[in-house]
Structures are given as structure tokens and as C-alpha cells.
């Protein structure tokens, strides 16, 4: 893939008051941008060093104030591999990044996206749980961890401003939420406890909140509360195949799953293996409990 047009930076649209988003190509992520008083916090860096340096001009385009800080959402290309285009800007990460960006396949992933894998940065602040983000007269940006799901290391980002008036409060969502398409289940998703977390994002989330999916256009929270639901549909089925003793590779063809199968592809063994560990941490974990109760 070359730099051209399929690598094109949109444009800013307002999401709420001092809060914006843009597209990068090629993967249409969503990269955002809140600006506060004194200082702005991006979310998302595109998915090269060179395209995370455009979006930094980006930046420097419709405001003035200092770009303080950059959050990455997780790991994948298209959400962390523009780091490298913001030298002496504070980067926000989840701990697990700093294993999983050093990985070999992301250095192959770099060479197969035309650029030169040094040029990767890992996240120089790694966070376990929550971090806040100050944005000058008291208002904050908090960034959190709220649990594994659709990889290891995904944060949120919550601007929830109470000081302001009619600020209906935004949620960065980062992929654990979609909007363009079902959720993507790949080989570092957590089937066991995607919903789990979705249940704490839908606890966050106020009535009125305005979520910002990674792929797709903002939503509100009902769409939390559907693809939460789907998501764990995908878990229970999964429990069920295997309970039934569907081998693997028959686990996609016989699943009655609520996406197109190629969005649930690359997880099947990750799934498998997680569903089985559970259950040998836990003896009959894996059961459904049926009454009476013994
Ligand atoms: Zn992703």
C-alpha cells in the first residue's frame, strides 16, 4: 500500500462542544480530538508514523492549544501505528502494549504497510486501569481500562465534563464498539469477557452520551447495550459447541452466530482455549447450574 489516496486524512466534524473526530484511510478508523482549555488530548493515531504526523498538522490546524496528550485505544495498526509521528507529546497506552507492539508480526505488519518498523513507538505512559487527562480549568478526560474484550489492552476515553452546560458528556469507545459493521472478533479477543466489559461501558455511559465507535459514526447507548448482548450471544454459543464436543474446526459451520461467520473467523481457537482454561480454573465452571440445586 503506498501513500496516496487510500491513506487520505479527513477532515474535523464537531461530535459535541470542543470535541471532534476525523477518518483516516485506509482502515476508516476514528481518530479524536477534544480540546480544552488550556490543552488538547488526540485518541488515535492512524495507522502509520507519517500519517500520525499528518494528523498531529491536523491538530495544529484547528487549534491553537498545545497537543498534551495522545491516548491509543489497543494495538492494532490502524489505532497505534501513527505514534511515531508524535515525538515529545505524552503517549497513553495500556501496559499490555509494551509486549504486544515490540511483536515480531508488528514489525511485519509495518513492512507490509511500506514503512520502516524502528519507526514504531510503544506508548511512553502504560497504564493499568485509569489515568486522567487534565485539560485546563478543571476540566479532565478520563481514560480507563474497564476490562479485556475485543483485544487485551483496550481503553476508553471519558469526557464527562459535569461543569459544563448541555455538554451531553462523550465516550472515545475504541473498537470495542463498532458502528460500521458487527463488532471483529481476531485472535486477541476475549470471548469470555467482552460483554462483561460492555456491561461496565453501558454503567458508564449517562442517557444523552454521545459513544465514538473506532470504525463508524457516533452512537448512543442503546448500541452499547445491542452489541453487548451479541457479543455474548457469540460466548454462549461458543460454550455450547464446546460442550457439545464440536471439534474446532467444525465450530464456525455449525454455529448459529448473530454476525456473518468471517467476523468471528479469527477467534475460534483463542475462544476454545479461553472457555477450556475457565473451566479448569473453575471445576464445573463451564456448566450451566440447573435447578434444583443440590
Ligand atoms: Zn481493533
Known amino acids: 500500500m503506498s501513500e496516496t489516496r487510500e491513506w487520505v486524512v479527513g477532515e474535523w466534524q464537531e461530535v459535541a462542544d470542543g470535541v471532534f473526530r476525523l ?3 485506509p482502515a476508516s478508523v476514528n481518530i479524536g480530538l477534544v480540546v480544552g482549555p488550556e490543552a488538547a488530548l488526540l485518541i488515535d493515531t492512524g495507522s502509520s508514523p507519517a500519517q500520525g504526523a499528518r494528523i498531529r498538522d491536523a ?3 484547528l487549534t491553537d492549544r498545545p497537543l ?3 491516548v491509543v485505544t489497543h494495538d492494532h495498526f490502524d489505532h ?3 505514534l511515531g509521528g508524535f515525538a515529545g507529546v505524552r503517549t497513553v497506552g495500556h501496559e499490555s502494549l509494551a509486549e504486544t507492539l515490540s511483536a515480531p508480526e508488528v514489525a511485519d505488519g509495518a513492512r507490509e504497510l511500506g514503512f520502516d518498523p524502528d519507526l514504531l513507538a510503544v506508548p511512553e505512559t502504560l497504564i493499568a486501569v485509569a489515568d486522567a487527562v487534565e485539560l485546563g480549568a478543571g ?3 478520563e ?4 476490562g479485556v474484550g475485543h483485544s487485551h489492552g483496550d481503553l476508553i476515553v471519558n469526557i464527562a465534563d459535569p461543569g459544563a452546560d448541555g455538554f451531553p458528556g462523550v465516550i472515545f469507545a475504541g473498537d470495542l ?3 460500521a459493521g458487527p463488532p471483529y472478533f481476531g485472535p486477541d479477543s476475549s470471548v469470555d469477557e467482552w460483554s462483561w466489559t460492555l456491561d461496565r461501558l453501558y454503567n458508564l455511559a449517562r ?3 454521545i459513544i465514538v465507535p473506532g470504525h463508524g459514526d457516533p452512537v448512543d447507548r442503546e448500541l452499547v447495550r445491542e452489541q453487548r448482548d451479541a457479543v455474548d450471544a457469540v460466548r454462549v454459543e461458543f460454550e455450547r459447541l464446546q460442550a457439545e464436543g464440536v471439534p474446532e474446526d467444525e465450530a464456525l459451520a455449525r454455529g448459529n452466530w448473530p454476525f456473518p461467520a468471517q467476523h468471528i473467523a479469527g477467534v475460534v481457537g483463542a475462544a476454545y482455549a479461553e472457555l477450556r482454561a475457565r473451566a479448569e480454573r473453575q471445576p464445573g465452571a463451564g456448566d450451566r447450574p440447573t435447578l434444583p440445586l443440590a
Open 139 to 141: 476540566r479532565v478526560a
Open 207 to 209: 442517557p444523552g452520551v
Open 80 to 82: 497505534a501505528f501513527g
Open 143 to 146: 481514560v480507563a481500562h474497564l
Open 177 to 179: 464498539i463498532e458502528s
Open 68 to 70: 498534551a496528550t495522545v
Open 59 to 61: 491538530v495544529a490546524r
Open 23 to 25: 477518518v483516516a484511510q
